[in-house]
């Protein structure tokens, strides 16, 4: 599993307590304020809609998604997945194909939209600093890999998945447009100039710790934990140059049970109502093309649909085919 997450208990949470019937549609994602926001957004008017009960679970395992589609015991129904993720386990025959008879595509953003799958939100990855304790900000993925300019821990993700080598990569050098296939032998020689000076988050509420204590005053973090970090009042500063995109996506494992009512579910929390108010809440961005005008005017220009200049998107297809190897070298980096 790409993310770790520690659950507070929350209504989202403590939900999964509760037993499943055969009318029950099953939700899992990856716990914390995010799925508390989707439970506001989506389940919770899902419920008002139809009748039907959503109970909460997570977080996402990769592996236990598999093993319930191999033993044919699918006890979810919808899953929260990184986009990369889902466009693999289509392949591999994990997932049911969407009915966009159903869900509406038309204006889902196309970046986050395969036949398994459909955008649940997306994100960037952005140079995020406390300008409170340092005497500047890094602007520049360059500027994050330059110790000396900028001495200091520097915060980034741990988990292999899209951001971390495409910012190696781009810290040296290599022009956006040219970035696939990743180079990884001159992204782990970049990331070696540096790995002292990183210290890891395994997820979002960590990262905000790492920044607003100062362990790391500045990192790689997502646009929206930057958001929320500057609403508690912390002094601090978000660089979107080059800012590298990558989605969580919703997907149905074969042989879910309540089939019909995924659909339903991921029809309602992909429209424009519902993306835009998931947005709100979150601070990452809708995939409904018509979600941004349904949104506070402040808040939408914070988001990294507003912020394409010079906008970096990690491709999910190579990610895909790529993510068990990619992953291997990885930890064995880490690990050293």
Do not use: H
Request: aromatic share 10%.
């Amino acid at each position: 599993m790409n993310r770790i997450f520690v659950l507070a208990a929350t209504a989202a949470t403590i939900a999964t307590a509760m037993p499943a019937t055969a009318a029950d549609l099953v939700f899992s994602s990856w716990g914390g304020t995010t799925q508390d926001a989707q439970k506001a957004a989506w389940a919770d008017k899902f419920t008002e809609k139809t009748g039907i009960n959503v109970l909460q679970d997570g977080p996402t395992d990769y592996g236990k998604l598999k093993a319930m589609v191999e033993a044919n015991a699918v006890t979810w129904d919808v899953v929260d997945v990184e986009g990369d993720y889902a466009a693999q386990a289509g392949k591999k025959g994990l997932l049911e194909k969407l009915d966009f008879s159903i869900i509406d595509k038309s204006k889902l953003d196309p970046r986050f939209v395969t036949d398994y799958s459909v955008g649940s939100f997306y994100y960037s990855f952005v140079i995020g600093c406390n300008k409170d304790v340092v005497d500047a900000c890094p602007k520049t993925w360059a500027d994050l890999f330059d110790t000396e300019k900028f001495p200091g821990k520097r915060a980034f993700y741990k988990w292999s998945a899209p951001g971390v080598i495409e910012a190696a990569l781009l810290a040296d050098g290599v022009p956006s447009d040219e970035l696939y296939p990743l180079d990884l032998d001159r992204a782990f020689k970049k990331l070696d100039t540096i790995k002292g000076d990183i210290i890891w988050w395994s997820g979002g509420a960590q990262s905000q710790q790492l920044l607003a204590s100062a362990e790391a005053p500045f990192g790689s973090l997502w646009n929206g934990r930057m958001t929320a970090l500057a609403q508690t009042g912390v002094g601090v500063e978000t660089s979107w140059e080059q800012n590298i995109t990558a989605a969580d996506s919703l997907v149905v494992p074969k042989g879910a049970k309540n089939k019909e009512a995924a659909m339903q579910f991921i029809a309602l929390a992909t429209s424009a109502e519902a993306q835009a108010e998931l947005a709100n809440l979150t601070g990452y961005a809708p995939i409904n093309l018509d979600s941004p005008e349904l949104m506070d005017a402040e808040l939408a220009k914070t988001l990294p649909d507003a912020q394409t200049v010079s906008q970096v998107n990690a491709d999910m297809n190579y990610w895909a085919e790529n993510r068990d190897a990619i992953g291997e070298r990885w930890y064995a980096w880490q690990a050293k």
